[in-house]
């Protein structure tokens, strides 16, 4: 491991008009992780080569493998010539209901919907989480005047992206980073989960996130009963449904001065017009 992971230089050419010049870049790394339990692989992801045992426990929770933290006994990150090997020992229990739907498959930055078999699978019913207050415009912004000092692997390399846990009044208390939205979101969880008794419960929290609002990190908050989803892009429409039938707040084009709010917890539809989308985002 190198004393920065996540991150490595290389030397490139900068050009300005007519005029060049040598200089050092630093790159946000993206390394195969393969996560394996109880010795039977499950799944490759391409991630940031850090804070992985966070990655484990948060992917195991949010993903349902595991139920509980407790249910997750060890990780142990076994390098490899192609990538790393995270060895993980869960449960008797949680393995058996592991292998009833194992997949062994790649996911990429971007996407992936690890271990599905079926559409029903895929494209399950969110459960309801308690109805809470939207966190109002002055703690949203708060937040995101906060996040950019909290991700130092994106200031350096403009690659990454964050999920963090803030208070309700935007004070960013814990944050992660990856090159993929849903790996960071698991990082935050594991983290979360792992102290837990360091942090304010879900009642008492929100989670920000740097990237857009797609079905999946709606399905993983649904997942860890997180009431308020807050995206600084937008949400997809599946995310939207989803958010309205599990009562979630879910804002998007979250910016100074300006956000759009999608569902709250007080309604089951968000009752905002096509036309009051659009002048949120061109202001």
């Given at each position: 491991?190198?004393?920065?992971?996540?991150?490595?230089?290389?030397?490139?050419?900068?050009?300005?008009?007519?005029?060049?010049?040598?200089?050092?870049?630093?790159?946000?790394?993206?390394?195969?992780?393969?996560?394996?339990?109880?010795?039977?692989?499950?799944v490759?992801?391409?991630?940031?080569?850090?804070?992985?045992?966070?990655?484990?426990?948060?992917?195991?929770l949010?993903?349902?493998?595991?139920?509980?933290?407790?249910?997750?006994?060890?990780?142990?990150?076994?390098?490899?010539?192609?990538g790393?090997?995270?060895?993980?020992?869960i449960?008797?229990?949680?393995?058996a209901?592991?292998?009833?739907?194992?997949?062994?498959?790649?996911?990429?930055?971007?996407?992936?919907?690890?271990?599905?078999?079926?559409?029903?699978?895929?494209?399950?019913?969110?459960?309801?989480?308690?109805?809470?207050?939207?966190?109002?415009?002055?703690?949203?912004?708060?937040?995101?005047a906060?996040?950019?000092?909290?991700?130092?692997?994106?200031?350096?390399?403009?690659a990454?992206?964050?999920?963090?846990?803030?208070?309700?009044?935007g004070?960013?208390?814990?944050?992660?980073?990856?090159v993929?939205?849903?790996?960071?979101?698991?990082?935050?969880?594991?983290?979360?989960?792992?102290?837990?008794d360091?942090?304010?419960?879900?009642e008492?929290?929100?989670?920000?996130?740097?990237?857009?609002?797609?079905?999946?990190?709606?399905?993983?908050?649904?997942?860890?009963?997180?009431?308020?989803?807050v995206?600084?892009?937008?949400?997809?429409?599946?995310?939207?449904?989803?958010?309205s039938?599990?009562g979630?707040?879910?804002?998007?084009?979250?910016?100074?001065?300006?956000?759009?709010?999608?569902?709250?917890?007080a309604?089951?539809?968000?009752?905002?017009?096509?036309?009051?989308?659009?002048?949120a985002?061109?202001?």
């Amino acid at each position: 491991m190198s004393a920065n992971p996540g991150r490595k230089a290389f030397r490139v050419t900068q050009r300005r008009g007519a005029e060049s010049a040598t200089a050092q870049d630093l790159l946000a790394e993206e390394v195969a992780v393969a996560l394996v339990y109880n010795g039977l692989s499950h799944v490759v992801m391409m991630a940031s080569p850090m804070d992985l045992d966070d990655f484990a426990l948060g992917f195991s929770l949010s993903e349902g493998i595991i139920e509980r933290p407790e249910q997750l006994y060890g990780v142990e990150q076994v390098p490899q010539k192609q990538g790393i090997e995270l060895h993980i020992e869960i449960a008797s229990e949680c393995f058996a209901k592991l292998k009833e739907h194992r997949r062994n498959l790649a996911g990429r930055t971007g996407c992936g919907l690890c271990g599905a078999e079926s559409l029903q699978q895929a494209v399950a019913t969110p459960k309801p989480v308690p109805a809470l207050a939207l966190p109002d415009g002055e703690s949203i912004e708060n937040a995101l005047a906060q996040l950019r000092q909290n991700q130092p692997l994106q200031s350096v390399t403009g690659a990454v992206h964050g999920a963090a846990l803030c208070d309700l009044g935007g004070n960013i208390l814990l944050l992660r980073e990856d090159v993929g939205r849903h790996n960071a979101l698991d990082k935050l969880i594991g983290a979360r989960a792992e102290d837990r008794d360091d942090y304010p419960a879900n009642e008492d929290s929100f989670v920000l996130i740097s990237s857009r609002a797609s079905y999946e990190m709606v399905n993983k908050c649904n997942a860890m009963g997180i009431s308020t989803l807050v995206a600084v892009s937008a949400p997809t429409a599946l995310a939207v449904e989803h958010a309205s039938m599990a009562g979630m707040n879910l804002v998007g084009f979250a910016r100074t001065g300006r956000h759009v709010v999608y569902t709250t917890s007080a309604a089951a539809q968000s009752g905002i017009t096509e036309e009051q989308i659009s002048l949120a985002r061109a202001k």
